[in-house]
């Protein structure tokens, strides 16, 4: 999967050096177009004389930081700069994404002293963007980074399906960057065993719950390497079979292994407005420590219109 138009979406501040290198790492050696949104904090109302003047300053940092950037990646196609003051920073950006068919939100995380989790801003981009949006994390760079998607391959429906081998082509984007193999992180659990296990009316020997167990882990591990078969252009890949629930066991993985960028899914369901984010994703997010990059599933209806 490749870009045609990304919004870098920078504090003003020129510190976003980053992700601007990600997003520049993904539009490089393509026609992918990369524009900047300047967030402009919002001045009193006893300060409209400065109004200008504080622009300005704002847009003539960021422009120094891309000019720095670009000539350091040898980057030579030219971005385009705009700024944005809104106390609904979210809403506006999404209304953009909208307006202009962008397909990738690149952004750095609101704090750099947020190490973990993320804040209103990025949260609600999370929940409401319709495109995918990666947040990047300084020193977790996609530039010679570790790269995991996390992929569930007992789909529900074709949605889910999808979504999987999404997940992989937007991988093998990612990894012409990276000179290391992605992790495929996926996670089973068998329940059975708990229940089982705690029901007195109800026993089985543990010869019968250990064949149980192993039906359950080769179905999941069977499904899992034909979601990676059907994505034909799945990049080199190391397979993370997790038993565990997968709230607990990515962010474990991450830490473990140094994750820079998780690649994953956020949708529980696709349609309907009010399904934004479903518990696990929701739960991982909270607990990464490393650049997302998050994606959506096709059909995904964003609560936000341009009405």
Not at 49 to 65: D, G, L, P, R, V
Not at 177 to 201: K, M, R
Request: glycine share 4%; aromatic share 6%.
């Amino acid at each position: 999967m490749y870009f045609k138009r990304i919004l870098f979406v920078s504090d003003g501040f020129g510190e976003d050096e980053d992700a601007l290198s990600s997003a520049i790492t993904l539009a490089k050696d393509t026609d992918c177009v990369i524009d900047t949104i300047v967030l402009l904090p919002h001045l009193p109302a006893n300060f409209d004389t400065y109004a200008e003047k504080f622009t300005e300053s704002f847009t003539q940092s960021c422009q120094q930081m891309i000019n720095s950037v670009c000539a350091k990646m040898s980057y030579k196609a030219s971005i385009n700069i705009t700024h944005l003051q809104s106390k609904r920073a979210a809403l506006a950006i999404i209304k953009k994404v909208l307006l202009h068919d962008y397909d990738l939100i690149v952004k750095q995380v609101e704090s750099k002293n947020h190490d973990r989790g993320f804040k209103s801003l990025d949260m609600d981009l999370l929940r409401k963007c319709p495109c995918p949006v990666l947040l990047c994390r300084p020193q977790h760079q996609i530039n010679n980074g570790k790269v995991a998607v996390a992929i569930d391959p007992i789909a529900e429906d074709e949605v889910g399906e999808s979504l999987s081998k999404q997940l992989l082509s937007i991988s093998a984007t990612v990894t012409e960057a990276s000179q290391h193999p992605i992790d495929v992180v996926s996670c089973w659990d068998f329940t059975l065993e708990y229940n089982l296990n705690n029901e007195t009316w109800l026993s089985m020997s543990s010869s019968e719950l250990t064949a149980e167990r192993e039906v359950v882990k080769n179905r999941h591990l069977h499904a899992l390497k034909k979601i990676i078969e059907e994505a034909t252009d799945a990049p080199q890949l190391k397979i993370n079979q997790l038993e565990g629930f997968a709230f607990v066991k990515v962010p474990e993985f991450v830490a473990e292994n140094n994750i820079d960028l998780v690649i994953m899914g956020t949708v529980a369901r696709t349609g309907i407005a009010g399904f934004i984010i479903g518990n696990t994703a929701e739960n991982i997010l909270q607990l990464i420590t490393c650049s997302l990059f998050a994606v959506k599933p096709e059909g995904f209806v964003s609560p936000v219109t341009l009405d």
